[in-house]
Each structure stands twice: as C-alpha cells, then as structure tokens.
C-alpha cells in the first residue's frame, strides 16, 4: 500500500534496520558483520550464560579457607601460650591480677635449695608444698606473695623462701560489635583494648569509636575513646583486659547528633560528635588527612533557616568552632580529576599553581582533538564553575575539556552518512514505500 507524504515502516522488519544502524556505529558494514559470524558474536552486546559451577565452587573453597584459618589460629594458640608474654615494662605487683594458668616458683634456700614450679588451678588455688592449697584468684600479685609467704613461713623455719611469677596466664576474650571479625580471641593480663580489636582485623566502617564499652563479669562497664588514643597516645585510656572481659564496639546510633566528613581520603563518612566538640578536636580526634593537607581549605558546611553558610574555621581563626548536627566537614582533595576529549582522563595529584591547561597536558589533550578554549573547571565542593585555559586549579577540582570543533563534525558526519547509509538500504530492499 502507498500512502502519500508519508513513510510506513513494517515493524515486524525493523530490526535489520536497527542491526544495520548498529553495525554503521561500530565502523563494521552490514556484509562484514554477517560474513564473520564469530567476530560479530564477540563484538555484540547479547548477554552471555552464568557458570554456576563457579559459583558453587567459590563457596566449597570458602568452605575449606575457613576451616584452613580456623586449624591456623589454634596452631598460632598453641604456639602462643608456650612462649613468654611480651612486656611493655615490669609487672607492678599491686596492680597485677592473679588468675587461673598463671605460673610460680616456689624457691627455697638454706640447708636445701629447690625452685618449685606451681601453677593456679582452673578453680583459682596454688598447692604450696607442705602447706597446701590456697586461694589466689582475684587477688594482686602483691597480695598472693604477701599470704603464701606467711602461711608457709612455719614450714620453713631455717630456710629462706619466696615466691615469684615466671610465666603470665592466657585466657579469652569476647570482641564483638562493628569489628571486622566478630569473635572470641586469646589474649594475657598485659593485652589492652586496642590490641584485641586490631586482632579482630579493626573497626568496621559504621563503628562508632568514642564510645568503645569494655563490660567486665562482674556488670561493671568501663568506657574507651579509640579515636582520641591513636591521636595522643595516652596508655592511660587503654585499659588491660581479664578473662572473660566483652569488648564492644557499637555501630553509629544516626539517632544522635552526627556530622558528615567528605573528601578524598579512607575515614570519609558520617561521625558522632560529642557534647560541645569543636572542628579541632574533631579532626584530631578522627585523622582524616595527611601531614600535607592544606588545613586553610577545610570547610564547615551548615544550613541555617534554609540558607546554607560555608566557613573556613582554619582560614579565619575559628579553630574552636563548634560543630552541629548534620554539618558537613569537607577536607580537600590531594587530587584533580581531568575528563572529557582526553586520551587518559582519571584522578591526578594536586600541584599548587598549574592551570587548567598543565592538567590537560598531563591528561593527553591534543589541539586536534580538544577543545582547550572552551575548558571548564568545577569545584565540587562550592559548586562554582570557572572557564578557561589559564583558570588556576584548586585541590578537588574537576577539570572537563570538550571536543575539538573539528572532532564535532566529523562525528556528526558519520551519524548522517549511518542514517543515509541505514535509510538507502531499507529503500533497496523494499521496506520503505512512498
């Protein structure tokens, strides 16, 4: 049927128009494509069958991964509790908890001299030679040498005797919570918190690091700041650990006042604040940045009756700023990003005082293929745009360089001569009718 002015397309045929528009695209000809039935196969986009044996067999190995980490860990167990804990310093005998697997000496000096090795029972007792058991658990080392001496004293009347620690006890501990890996791991009087939850492979990304709980048997919970310990270092904060103890690292509550820290660096994210916190004591607190970040460029982002205000604490002496809930702290990136008519667009290390037009060189820009007149520069933090070849180049710029007028048309051109090519094709072989 002819219906004037008009083209009638039969949709049941449309699809080798399509392909053949496809194939135009690709820089391949319709006989080409068809000639080649491998390379054609190759080259389109028909997705391909799942493997599921693969998948299957990811999971036994898995499967047999943990079972090979699990043997490991109780080797490294065993391997542990028969070598001498690592000390920071000394043992201070009134503050040294005695327990159960903890190793004495008993010596004895005069008309005999012997070295007794005892050692504290499961049920919390040392067997004393000729005085018998006696009941140390719980007590400080101090306090145990202090009993056994005096009850043993009449039993040696003519000797000298003493009692001494030789190997510290291992017992278990329960770290749970935002951890990497959850679970209960072996650890000694002298291990701290920060010990056992770098055994459990750190904090997870939603881990709320001020607010570490250390719940002891007895209902007693004592509280550890892992933040504020990695930025001073304070040993005083990091508190030892006994059997049994529960370390829990609890996941950020985003029903309390939080900030959003963004930026190009690891510890992005959003944070609690504390009561009264200041942006200084909370960068401190959280390390987001280098030695060589720019401090000057930090930026406090905040709403306030629907109006958005930008300061520059660092910038301004307002160091001590205090933070808001849902302020949003942006850090500066030690990177620009370069994209657009490029040969190699990506993320590029920040030189202070190169120009839109250093990065483009950098990037591959060629004056055939790019457009360096028309260059755009925007930050994505302030959300402004500047143009041209010479416009300075900030940490965190985006640095976007079009196509050259030439490239335009040339693809521009091959568009039109693929439509052409698509619609003389359909006209040969009948499928367009006037």
């Known amino acids: ?146 009993i056994v001496l005096e009850q043993a004293k009449p039993f040696y009347e003519k000797s000298e005797i003493s009692l001494s620690l030789e190997m510290l006890r291992y017992f278990r501990v329960h770290v749970v919570g935002a951890v990497q890996y959850p679970g209960t791991y072996v650890a000694n009087p002298t291990s701290r918190i920060s010990e056992l939850i770098e055994e459990a492979g750190g904090i997870s990304g939603w881990a709320n690091t001020s607010l570490i709980e250390l719940r002891k048997e007895n209902g007693d919970t004592a509280y550890f700041n892992l933040s504020i310990f990695k930025a001073t270092g304070d040993l005083s904060s990091d508190l030892f650990v006994h059997g049994g103890d529960v370390i829990f690292v609890p996941p950020i509550d985003l029903a309390s006042r939080t900030v959003i820290v963004e930026g190009d660096f690891k510890k992005g994210g959003r944070y609690p604040i504390l009561e009264n916190e200041n942006i200084y004591d909370f960068l401190l607190r959280i390390g987001p940045f280098s030695r060589s970040a720019n401090l000057s460029e930090i930026s406090v982002i905040r709403r306030v009756e629907g109006k958005v205000q930008i300061k520059k ?109 698509v619609f003389l094709a359909a006209k040969a072989i009948g499928l367009l009718e006037k």
């Open 1 to 146: 049927m002819k219906i004037q002015n008009h083209y009638f397309i039969d949709s049941q045929r449309l699809f080798p128009i399509l392909l053949v528009l496809l194939m135009a695209f690709a820089g391949k000809s319709f006989a080409q494509g068809f000639d080649d039935e491998t390379e054609w196969r190759k080259q389109s986009s028909l997705p391909t069958a799942v493997d599921f044996s693969k998948l299957f067999e990811s999971e036994e190995t898995a499967k047999e991964d943990f079972e090979d980490a699990k043997r490991k860990r109780e080797s490294d167990i065993q391997t542990l509790m028969s070598k001498p804990a690592a000390l920071e310093k000394a043992i201070d005998p009134d503050n040294y908890i005695v327990g159960p697997g903890d190793v004495f000496s008993f010596n004895i000096w005069g008309a005999m001299e012997m070295q007794i090795p005892v050692v504290v029972s499961p049920e919390g007792k040392l067997s004393i030679p000729s005085v018998g058991e006696v009941d140390v658990d719980g007590l400080s080392l101090s306090k145990v040498k202090s």
């Open 313 to 421: 604490p660092f910038a301004s002496g307002q160091e001590k700023m205090l933070l808001e809930n849902d302020d949003r702290v942006v850090i500066p990136s030690e990177f620009v990003y370069v994209k657009g008519a490029v040969q190699n667009p990506g993320a590029y290390p920040f030189v202070a005082n190169l120009t839109a037009r250093d990065y483009a060189g950098m990037a591959g820009g060629s004056y055939q293929s790019t457009n360096i007149k028309g260059v755009k520069v925007y930050n994505r933090y302030t959300g402004k745009t500047r143009k041209g070849p010479e416009t300075l180049i900030e940490a965190g710029d985006v640095v976007d360089l079009p196509q050259s007028w030439g490239n335009r048309v040339r693809d521009l051109a091959q568009v039109v001569s693929a439509i052409a090519s």
